[in-house]
């Protein structure tokens, strides 16, 4: 295997980490904002993947022997995910206002908001995921996985409150109860169209498997469109001063643009792809709406984020999903070439050097 | 009797019988390498491949469908900007006429509504319901289409003894079953 990629990214991960520490030395903040952005776009991949696999799991089907192989590599990823939030983590008043004395003072949830219950509830998220994306690893894609279940119903608790406690309560007076399941259809929508895109660009994909990839990312749209659409048309209908400010700060000035092309790139438009059956009978017509709906999903994470901190749009975003994206793809190039080495030293000899390899070999 | 397009019932032709949907695959398979042309298959639920393997096209339903959805929803729209902006306007709770994101989930229903009406007549009428009677309902052993067995009709070919050949194409025996069907 030719290195470049493996140097393309690392070179990606360093541009992106340099401009974000240069940066950090002159406005922490605006870098910290940019970072929490797209951490909230690459933490869902690892999450989305295992929710995808205990569901295939569960249920079967045969999508799976072509998704399940890009969604395991995608839960290797999540240790260097957690590692990611260590920064926002270590500099919470940055951010957050219920962790800044002043402003803390008038909120009723502080019992919930306050630094160390935030630590200790960010810990036993890392905990339960990490133990999870084991069992994940270690039993899905046999038939027989008895974690599945408990599995899903526990990622469906911590997904919820993890984006309550790291998105959500940036604006800390503001709270929606779909807010935690919006994340979560967004997250299981960004997995399965990133699993797509890689089965589609490297793996054998016949025409049945293509037809329940595309159903599937249909449902996907649908479900993301139908939770973050409620939320919005809930909210609109009510008017009420202390929630409808949520929207106003992310529909109006350009975040309103934004919004508008979030439902047409991340709902309408693959939508109306996907119910065209020569789009979703074929591999270049799914790899395309599969990048269009991770663009689109990078978007509405930054406009989930950004427009409720201090200071709106950085562009320490790009920088820092640059960073992120070129450390995961490094680590992901590096364990597959881990992987390949004792086969092509054996010839067939069983590949145990790499979780990664292990799955590809299902491909 | 005349011919009908499509179905051809009328004509004289043979039923081959299989229980296994993978086995009448193959048999319309060899069939179709052979040269038939004019056949038909009933099963008790849709087998993927066959319609590749009969010729039929794409129908315009989903066309239609899609037409309906849009009308629909267009309409489904209107009906509520007329009542609410046009026809009776009405300051509800100091919201804009025309609260569109109100009307969204209207607006949906009514083209769902619009594409289950309009698909299952048009569907209907593709499948050429309703039709009580059709002359192979006749044919022994027909009901079992709709139950375990999957058919494959063979129309007689003009001018040709095609029992031998027919012998050679689907062995008897090992599920399959074939009988003489009448015009």
């Known amino acids: 295997m030719s290195r470049r990629p493996l140097l393309a990214a690392i070179a990606a991960a360093l541009a992106?980490?340099?401009?974000?520490?240069?940066?950090?030395?002159?406005?922490?903040?605006?870098?910290?904002?940019?970072?929490?952005?797209?951490?909230?776009?690459?933490?869902?991949?690892?999450?989305?993947?295992?929710?995808?696999?205990?569901?295939?799991?569960?249920?079967?089907?045969?999508?799976g022997v072509a998704a399940v192989p890009p969604l395991r590599v995608m839960v290797v990823l999540l240790p260097l995910m957690l590692l990611l939030l260590v920064p926002v983590l270590l500099l919470l008043p940055e951010l957050y206002p219920w962790a800044r004395a002043a402003e803390a003072a008038p909120l009723k949830n502080r019992f919930y908001l306050n630094a160390p219950f935030f630590y200790g509830r960010a810990a036993l998220y890392a905990v339960v995921w990490l133990g999870l994306a084991l069992a994940a690893l270690r039993g899905s894609g046999r038939g027989r996985n008895?974690?599945?279940?408990?599995?899903?119903?526990?990622?469906?608790?911590?997904?919820?409150?993890?984006?309550?406690?790291?998105?959500?309560?940036?604006?800390?007076?503001?709270?929606?109860?779909?807010?935690?399941?919006?994340?979560?259809?967004?997250?299981?929508?960004?997995?399965?169209?990133?699993?797509?895109?890689?089965?589609?660009?490297?793996?054998?994909?016949?025409?049945g498997q293509r037809r329940d990839l595309g159903?599937?990312?249909?449902?996907?749209?649908?479900?993301?469109?139908?939770?973050?659409f409620m939320?919005?048309?809930?909210?609109?209908?009510?008017?009420?001063?202390?929630?409808?400010?949520?929207y106003v700060a992310r529909l109006s000035g350009g975040w309103g643009w934004?919004?508008?092309?979030?439902?047409?790139?991340?709902?309408?438009?693959?939508?109306?792809?996907?119910?065209?059956?020569?789009?979703?009978?074929?591999?270049?017509?799914?790899?395309?709406?599969?990048?269009?709906?991770?663009?689109?999903?990078?978007?509405?994470?930054?406009?989930?984020?950004?427009?409720?901190?201090?200071?709106?749009?950085?562009?320490?975003?790009?920088?820092?999903?640059?960073?992120?994206?070129?450390?995961?793809?490094?680590?992901l190039l590096w364990r597959l070439d881990a992987g390949r080495l004792p086969s092509g030293r054996n010839g067939h000899a069983p590949r145990t050097a790499g979780l990664p390899a292990s799955g590809v070999r299902h491909g | 009797m005349s011919v009908r397009r499509g179905t051809g019932h009328s004509l004289r032709g043979r039923l081959a019988a299989f229980d296994d949907p993978d086995a009448m695959l193959e048999a319309l398979r060899r069939l179709r390498q052979e040269g038939f042309s004019q056949l038909e298959v009933y099963g008790p639920h849709a087998v993927e491949g066959v319609d590749e393997l009969l010729g039929r096209q794409a129908r315009a339903l989903p066309l239609?469908?899609?037409?309906?959805?849009?009308?629909?929803?267009?309409?489904?729209?209107?009906?509520?900007?007329?009542g609410m902006a046009l026809s009776y306007p009405l300051n509800i709770g100091g919201r804009p006429l025309n609260s569109w994101p109100a009307f969204a989930p209207s607006t949906f229903e009514l083209a769902a509504l619009a594409i289950l009406l309009v698909g299952f007549l048009a569907f209907c009428r593709f499948c050429r319901l309703p039709r009580l009677y059709d002359p192979i309902f006749d044919a022994p052993g027909f009901e079992r289409a709709s139950q375990d067995r999957f058919l494959i009709w063979i129309a007689e070919r003009e001018g040709r003894d095609d029992r031998e050949l027919l012998r050679q194409l689907l062995p008897e025996g090992d599920g399959v079953r074939i009988d003489e069907v009448p015009a």
């Not at chain 1, 919820?160 to 919006?182: N, R």
């Open chain 1, 258 to 331: 934004v919004a508008a092309l979030g439902a047409l790139a991340q709902g309408a438009l693959p939508f109306a792809a996907l119910i065209w059956w020569p789009v979703k009978r074929s591999r270049a017509g799914l790899a395309a709406v599969s990048l269009l709906l991770l663009a689109a999903h990078l978007m509405e994470c930054w406009w989930l984020i950004l427009p409720g901190l201090d200071g709106g749009f950085t562009w320490f975003a790009p920088a820092a999903t640059l960073a992120m994206g070129g450390a995961c793809t490094a680590v």
């Open chain 1, 16 to 63: 992106g980490g340099a401009v974000c520490a240069v940066g950090a030395l002159a406005d922490p903040q605006a870098v910290l904002r940019g970072w929490l952005a797209s951490f909230a776009f690459w933490i869902g991949l690892p999450l989305g993947a295992m929710m995808l696999l205990f569901a295939h799991d569960l249920t079967g089907g045969r999508w």
């Open chain 1, 215 to 228: 159903s599937l990312l249909t449902a996907a749209v649908l479900l993301w469109f139908y939770l973050s």
């Open chain 1, 146 to 207: 008895p974690l599945a279940a408990p599995g899903l119903i526990l990622l469906g608790l911590t997904v919820t409150f993890a984006s309550f406690d790291w998105f959500m309560s940036i604006e800390p007076d503001w709270g929606s109860s779909i807010y935690g399941m919006m994340i979560v259809g967004g997250q299981l929508l960004g997995a399965l169209a990133l699993a797509t895109l890689a089965a589609m660009l490297v793996g054998r994909t016949d025409a």
């Open chain 1, 231 to 246: 939320q919005f048309l809930i909210v609109w209908q009510e008017n009420l001063p202390h929630e409808i400010t949520w």
């Open chain 2, 64 to 82: 239609i469908v899609v037409a309906a959805g849009g009308l629909g929803a267009v309409g489904g729209f209107f009906l509520q900007y007329w």
